[in-house]
């Protein structure tokens, strides 16, 4: 479960959230999730950031790598770090145009 912010309007999906945090480099489970919630102030629950981990991981958009301790890091792959830049870039399109629309007086 991901407990989010109250924003009807949200747009924290834990597979970007996890790429855009693992983009800065590797990191384990727990420095995700407090990386995301300073970032984008989305608390991801462990059961939710294991389950994107593990799809993403079959994807091949991250990797694991060898655990230490009880902490296993991942990392971000080239194929992953592609899929974010591509889906952040139509972000950015999108709230420049939502921007521009806004600014023309849309709003009455």
Known sequence: MVARRA???GWGNPPL???GSLAEGPKHGYAIIKDVQEQAGITLG???LYAA???????????GLPGEERRRPYR???????ALAERLAEMS?????GLSRLSMGAVR
């Open 76 to 82: 971000i792959t080239a194929a992953g770090a592609a």
């Open 46 to 48: 462990p059961g939710t």
């Open 17 to 19: 959230l996890i790429l």
């Open 53 to 63: 981990l593990s799809r993403l991981e079959a994807q091949g958009l991250v990797e």
């Open 7 to 9: 924003d009807p309007l």
């Open 93 to 97: 399109r999108f709230a420049t145009v």
